[in-house]
T-cell receptor, first 108, second 113 residues
């Protein structure tokens, strides 16, 4: 089956720093999503990005489907960016295969 | 309304209790999901309802019983749970098939004593 690997597993940054999170996947996919889970458990869908580049405020994402990776960029980090970032790809209808996540801590 | 609402936020139950988790959305989404998440792990799919019919059951033990009374509501009935069932239970919805953009609820944190 498809494998999804995220790196780094943990990241600690000072407020204001920029960061890049990576998601590699082992097979071609039609659907890739990035999520942020805050420390209280709420999961928010950040991007639906099977290919190309999207931006939303300080966050942007790029997926290079032919090379089987996606990158999530966070600029000018804020403490509210802390949490776990997951990428997930679609295996079949309804079913996502999730990476293990990157835990991000932003220190004030 | 762009939210998925889950109740209760916290639930503590004994192994002989019967309880239910509830999920509601009014976005007109026709697919609804239950996920289970243990600490420091990604969510694991449990059940999927599509157009109010059970589409996927990921070999979940029968002590978990899902129900979809209508297109806006999703319940998870709990009975005779084990301590290892303690976890965060997340409800999600999407417009339709293909796991298109998922909208998650805030979760119900379950503790089984």
């Amino acid at each position: 089956g498809i494998q999804v690997e995220q790196s780094p597993p943990d990241l600690i940054l000072q407020e204001g720093a920029n960061s890049t999170l990576r998601c590699n996947f082992s097979d071609s996919v039609n659907n890739l999503q990035w999520f942020h889970q805050n420390p209280w458990g709420q999961l928010i869908n950040l991007f639906y990005i099977p290919s190309g580049t999207k931006q939303n405020g300080r966050l942007s994402a790029t997926t290079v489907a032919t090379e089987r990776y996606s990158l999530l960029y966070i600029s000018s980090s804020q403490t509210t960016d802390s949490g776990v970032y997951f990428c997930a790809v679609v295996r079949s209808n309804y079913q996502l295969i999730w990476g293990a996540g990157t835990k991000l801590i932003i220190k004030p | 309304d762009t939210e998925v609402t889950q109740t209760p936020k916290h639930l503590v139950m004994g192994m002989t209790n019967k309880k239910s988790l509830k999920c509601e959305q009014h976005m007109g989404h026709r697919a609804m999901y239950w996920y289970k998440q243990k600490a420091k792990k990604p969510p694991e799919l449990m059940f999927v309802y599509s157009y109010e019919k059970l589409s996927i059951n990921e070999s979940v033990p029968s002590r978990f019983s899902p129900e979809c009374p209508n297109s806006s509501l999703l319940n998870l009935h709990l009975h005779a749970l084990q301590p290892e069932d303690s976890a965060l239970y997340l409800c999600a919805s999407s417009i339709g098939a293909g796991a298109n953009v998922l909208t998650f609820g805030a979760g119900s944190r379950l503790t089984v004593l």
